[in-house]
């Protein structure tokens, strides 16, 4: 069975870091909007922590044209 460290390598911050680049919005921007602090953003970028569903869910609704496949996965686009 993979443990936690293991498992993080699932999923990497530098996804969602690609995706706001190629959308031309700071993770400042991404946190004030979203209501957020910047560092639960910058943890996530640099692999500490995820984000949750509810935080996922929000930045879909606020970017519809981020691919949200692309920042879970690596796979495609970061922009649809």
Do not use: C
């Amino acid at each position: 069975m993979a443990g936690r460290k293991e498992k993080k390598r699932d999923v990497e911050g530098k996804w969602l870091k690609e995706a706001l680049a190629q959308q031309g919005i700071s993770v400042y921007r991404l946190a004030k909007e979203l209501g957020y602090s910047r560092e639960k953003f910058y943890r996530h970028i640099n692999n500490r922590t995820y984000l949750s569903s509810e935080s996922l869910g929000e930045l879909a609704r606020k970017f519809p044209s981020m691919n949200m496949r692309y920042v879970l996965t690596g796979e495609g686009s970061p922009k649809t």
